[in-house]
């Protein structure tokens, strides 16, 4: 299993929740994060700001889907301006599901 | 090291805490987040008898996303399936909705007041 999690920008959020359903993925969590790249910020004028507001989304697949998530975050998350954001993909040993106490997804 | 990350009810955020103390795990992080699960969103979350038709209606929009807490725990390998068995055992409320738990391997941990690495960083 795979922990994707897409730091993107709030507006992509609901189109890349939106087309993660569409596939199939309907199981997430989203949360607002700040944070900065590679440009550090931004600056509008004469004011300089140092973190940008993003929504991280967090999705957990087995090993076979990571390619297609990738695929589809990076199309609807797409604007080809710096900060559509950035993906990390880190092992996950297990899951359970609290109401059963099953193993697996 | 593993990190263990559970998504549950925001209610139960203080039992599992209690527990967890008493189990000797009293550093988490949490984080209030939003999500769904395979019922795509409230359908199913409530106590009561929901009618079949308000069901599907619920699917095609209503509420979307369910708000949970996320905890953070990071602890020794041998004590992830105690901490687990625990996390679930409060966490059961029989309905859909009571979340899930995923375990990550860490590296790596610092203690930044002493600089401490390792297992003493998470002692």
């Known amino acids: 299993m795979k922990m994707i999690r897409a730091m993107i920008r709030p507006d992509a959020a609901d189109t890349v929740t939106q087309g993660l359903a569409d596939a199939g993925f309907y199981s997430m969590t989203k949360f607002s994060a700040f944070g900065r790249g590679k440009q550090k910020g931004i600056v509008m004028g004469s004011v300089h700001y140092d973190e940008l507001p993003k929504t991280m989304i967090m999705v957990v697949v087995e090993d076979k889907d990571v390619d297609e998530i990738l695929k589809l975050i990076k199309y609807k998350a797409y604007t080809g301006n710096f900060g559509d954001g950035k993906v990390f993909i880190s092992p996950v040993d297990d899951a359970f599901t609290v109401r059963t106490g099953e193993k697996g997804l | 090291m593993k990190e263990i990350i559970a998504i549950i009810r925001p209610k139960k955020v203080g ?3 209690e527990v967890l103390e008493r189990l000797g795990f009293p550093s988490i992080t949490a984080q209030s987040v939003l999500g769904r699960g395979h019922q795509r969103g409230i359908a199913g ?15 095609a929009g209503g509420m979307k996303f369910v708000p949970k807490r996320y905890l953070s725990i990071v602890v020794q390998e041998m004590d992830v399936k105690s901490v687990v068995q625990a996390i679930i055992k409060v966490n059961q409320t029989a309905q859909i909705g009571d ?6 391997p860490v590296d790596d941990a610092l203690r930044v007041r002493t600089g ?3 297992i003493n960083a998470i002692a």
């Open chain 2, 15 to 17: 039992p599992t805490k």
């Open chain 2, 45 to 59: 979350e409530v106590a009561c008898e929901i009618p079949t038709e308000l069901l599907t209606q619920g699917k």
């Open chain 2, 99 to 104: 979340g899930k738990i995923f375990i990550c």
């Open chain 2, 116 to 118: 401490e690495v390792g």
